[in-house]
């Protein structure tokens, strides 16, 4: 037998592992629980939203229903709940993008439908287009597959789909993929306009690849109009879901509750096939019981509880524009989001919001999240994201207040 | 804009995707949903014994506590649930794995640790060790970061560190994995012997590679005495867990449901730490309220249940093997499984399994999986898993009486 050390396990991790570092925000939640601390850091849904007894009762009423309660309690098929599928694809439908069930697969959230993409489309060395301040999450989920990055602009930019590809041949790379949140984004609550979509599927169609629409915010819009995702823009333009390049990915988690984990993909259904493999792979299938109580919501409350979410967070989003106006110091400027969770901040260009963290959370009680985390680079050193969906409304301007002195301090 | 046609993604995909395919058992989870059919295809736990009552109680109290609901349906941490983490490291402790919190991660099923795991280990082109036949499953989650194999062979076999490594390079590979269900084995119903499992240690240290012990039917013994873990029996040789390089996978979905998707991996601290990781970046946490519903279920009723499905499960065993002695043709030779679900079957050479399966559920409404499907290089036609764990008493005699009779005639 050969001599046992405490050795690091390091150099026996695939290579893919060195791109895989811990999400700030994820261990940002555990200071965040401290009750004294108000947290504009997680993008997480407010609990008091949370239409618990609605889940309570239909959990006892699947439970009740000894047929009903083997189905839900037992293995079941990878692509998801055929009521569910039916459910979204019709609600996927009334936003202009005709399907049918087989063009959706069920996920734990939105997050791992990334996570699924990513497998699907990116290898090694592979050039993915992000914009350049982007969802923490996606480049956690893509970083397994080890792509390089190149900053997906839209608006007011000369790039081409050639520039694109020149930049990546030059990194002896080809572009294989593109991923945006269009709507009220993570990290920075904007929208992009329907020009900007149009370029974004011009742009995609030139170069071939797919892109992944990651839509998690769209139905928290609080004023005017919507903007038509790309996924219908693109139906309207080629015809049908089945000639679509672009892949949709929604979820019941910022409607109704993250904590069950049923989030969806709407694609052609030859992508949801091969996502269904990957599914299966992966974890076999989501829990059938919470897509069954995720099924009652849907089919009961979806439209009431949309509007009442709106009008909570309208609410908040208000008090913190109204707070930033009034505190924040000369030069600092920041986003109007429409809808969704999150206000991006940019502050002097000397001030490190990073470095700054740990002062803020141990001396003021106030947690963000620092910039650099959103960018594929780490660069953007004086910025931040605020979210306005978890905090009190009464403890939104204190906090915001807090966070204005200690950036004049420093 | 270019002109748009409905082409085939095919080759937009990443290679791995290559050696991804649809699990013929999950593809017969559909057929044998016919109530017509007696199945004996996949390892489906009976719903007779999931503890429907109590599991409606639970989520009851449960989503009846507002501060307690608020934590059940809010994102959690990546980790899992921190007393149910607890719960399992007592239970770990119990079976001889001493260990703390920090040594588990919650997953979605063992599934889901295994797909990690391959995550974590394999590289494209690595040699991964696992027994001829294995759980389907498994291969399934360690594609797509595409291993190539070598048969792991325990009794019986003058193979040594050095033919295993000699193998790999003579493929110009390295021996990086190994992976074994050392009790009950899916889909054998075959348990190792301790000293088979010393053997595998002392091959696993002298080729410096973790041995994933994948361990679900491990509570399911019907008799005779228990073997100890692999991990447990390195736990002696090296010390500690934080010395030990074997991972152990566990699950709840054989002992109160496969629904909720609550399994978990015991390992070094570091090799959480790493899992965590990848867990984040895949669906960011498993729903904490199957997390605090299981808990519940640990907590109160464990070994309750586990007695109550072992005493069912034994008698259907019996059942199916008393059928087998009387029925099957001259010839054929079978595993007799101390627990678990499963009996392995050997017919004559010239019967082909695969072949034979489509009428076999069409013509006697009957269904198993041939077991090529199990073999990572699709050998072994003649042979085939039979699952006992699903059909009532009642069928199984029949439906094996059936099988043999179309056996005998093709």
Not at 234 to 251: A, L, W
Not at 338 to 362: Q, R
């Amino acid at each position: 037998m050969a001599v046992q050390k405490n050795q690091s396990w390091e150099p026996c991790f695939a290579s893919r592992m060195a791109g895989m570092q811990a999400s700030e925000i994820r261990e940002l939640l555990k200071v965040a629980e401290r009750p004294d601390v108000i947290s504009f850091a997680g993008g997480i849904p407010d609990p008091a939203l949370f239409p618990q007894n609605h889940i309570r009762k239909a959990y006892d009423e699947i439970l009740s229903d000894p047929i009903l309660a083997g189905k839900a309690l037992q293995y079941s098929l990878s692509e998801g709940d055929a009521d569910l599928r039916a459910w979204i694809a019709t609600h996927m439908g009334s936003k202009g993008i005709a399907c049918s069930p087989d063009n959706i697969l069920i996920t734990n959230g939105a997050q791992q439908a990334l996570e699924f993409l990513g497998k699907l489309f990116i290898s090694p060395g592979d050039t993915a287009l992000v914009q350049a301040q982007t969802y923490l999450g996606a480049l956690q989920a893509f970083a397994p597959n080890q792509p390089i990055y190149d900053d997906l602009q839209l608006e007011n930019t000369n790039r081409t789909s050639s520039s694109y590809r020149s930049t990546a041949k030059a990194n002896d790379s080809h572009v294989r993929f593109s991923y945006v949140v269009p709507d009220f984004a993570n990290p920075t609550g904007e929208t992009m306009s329907e020009g900007a979509r149009g370029k974004l599927l011009d742009l995609a169609h030139r170069l071939n690849i797919p892109i992944v629409e990651d839509s998690p915010y769209a139905p928290l819009r609080f004023e005017g109009q919507p903007v038509r995702s790309i996924m219908a823009l693109d139906i309207d333009q080629c015809g049908g879901i089945e000639r679509s390049k672009v892949i949709h990915c929604g979820t019941f988690s910022k409607i109704f509750t993250p904590g069950l984990r049923v989030g969806w993909v709407c694609a052609r259904k030859d992508i949801i096939a091969r996502l269904c493999l990957i599914k299966q792979a992966s974890d076999l299938n989501s829990p059938a019981i919470n897509q069954l109580v995720m099924l009652h919501l849907a089919r009961g409350m979806y439209d009431t509880q949309v509007s009442k979410t709106i009008a909570h967070y309208r609410q908040k989003r208000d008090v913190m524009l109204e707070a930033l106006e009034k505190y924040m110091p000369n030069g600092t400027i920041w986003s109007r989001p429409k809808g969704g969770m999150f206000i991006w901040l940019t502050l002097a260009k000397d001030i490190d919001t990073a470095a700054l963290l740990p002062k803020a959370v141990a001396q003021c009680g106030v947690a963000y999240v620092p910039g650099h985390a959103f960018f594929a680079d780490k660069s953007a050193n004086n910025m931040l994201r605020l979210s306005y969906s978890l905090p009190s409304i009464s403890k939104i301007t204190p906090g915001i207040a807090k966070l204005a002195e200690h950036f004049c301090v420093d």
